[in-house]
């Protein structure tokens, strides 16, 4: 589904690559690391990057994920610092990328690089109904590899 959502460019050098989706079905959208300058990030080191934008989905419905890209991650170790990004549909602040180098090697940003990709998604918010038991299911408490491994 087509969703209109305002969103702010913070960076002026946006204006030139605003963020697209690289192909017809892509579900993210690439965010890029608006830094001034080359950063190295050591084996270890995490760091917060601006991406020079920002977005107000302004619905109790909707919410952004900041995934990571898997050739940065599967490749150069390149991921997250908190794994997975939510961005609240009431958030109206730059959107900033949690970069963690989980390899071993040193890994060098730069400046307008394709960091990490945002997915816009539905919600469901609850009211929860408290009850002393649930109606029993198939599975009732078992998990954690409780149907076995084959
Ligand atoms: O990778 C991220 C994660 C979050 N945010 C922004 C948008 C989000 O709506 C807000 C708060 O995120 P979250 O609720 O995950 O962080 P928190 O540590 O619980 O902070 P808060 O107390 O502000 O909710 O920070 C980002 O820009 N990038
Ligand atoms: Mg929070």
Redesign the pocket.
Known sequence: MKIIVDLKILDDRLHEQMPTYATEGSAGLDLRACIDAPITLQPGDTTLIPTGMAIHLDNIYHAAL?LPRSGLGHKHGIV?G?L?????S??Q??????CWNRGNTAFELNPMERIAQLVIVPVLQADFHLVDDFDASERGEGGFGSTGKH
């Open positions: 900041i997250l908190n997975v990004g939510l961005i609240d009431d958030y602040g730059q959107l900033m990328v949690s």
